[in-house]
């Protein structure tokens, strides 16, 4: 597939799309509310439109209307936004501050319509107090995540943009912990709050 931007601005793009195994193109504009995409209209290599809709919607749909092939990842502790963090696939947490002196960074995920895994190394600093302050951390070892139990149901969240609680129906893993695989306690199992409650 081949993708060619047309148009774009922070919230806005319109692009071409030249199919690689049948070589039609299509016409896809999309538009950004918060952190999310939507298509508004889509036209294809017959010049027919399947939405009309050249302006942007005012808000972001109350519910799928199709289940997405990766779910997205809520991640809740005691240092995110209360109540969590609720990320959409790929972009995916590469760090994940546990507390004022605890982070995991580096993290890499693979995911699929199940399930999700992720590895990472933890780090420990007392004296600095979060991941962004000036000191060396202390690499403390290697863990392993895994993510499960995909659901859709009705997610809340703090807004990253605002910061303020919002809700909205997502497809989500509704199970995420992660192990010690070297470190201080190899072998310990860590559950974060579930996304659906």
């Not at 319109?14 to 939507?38: A, C, P, Q």
Request: hydrophobic letters at 30%; charged letters at 10%; glycine letters at 8%.
């Amino acid at each position: 597939m081949q993708v060619q931007v047309l148009s774009a601005s922070p919230n806005h793009a319109t692009m071409n799309v030249t199919s690689s195994v049948t070589g039609e193109n299509f016409t896809l504009t999309v538009w950004k509310i918060g952190d999310r995409w939507f298509a508004t209209s889509f036209a294809g290599g017959n010049g027919q439109s399947t939405a009309q809709s050249s302006t942007p919607p005012t808000s972001a749909p109350a519910a799928p209307s199709t289940i997405p092939a990766t779910p997205d990842l809520f991640v809740s502790t005691a240092a995110t936004p209360s109540p969590g963090k609720l990320y959409t696939w790929p972009q995916l947490p590469t760090i994940i501050e546990l507390d004022d002196n605890d982070w995991i960074a580096g993290i890499t995920w693979a995911a699929g319509s199940q399930s999700a895994s992720g590895s990472g190394t933890s780090y420990t600093d007392l004296s600095c107090n979060r991941p962004a302050a000036s000191c060396p951390p202390t690499a403390d070892g290697t863990v392993e995540f895994s993510a499960t139990q995909p659901e859709t149901c009705t997610v809340t969240f703090a807004n990253p943009q605002t910061g303020n609680q919002e809700s909205e129906q997502a497809h989500v893993y509704n199970h995420l912990q992660y192990r010690e695989v070297s470190g201080a306690q190899p072998g310990k199992v860590v559950t974060f709050p579930s996304a659906c409650t």
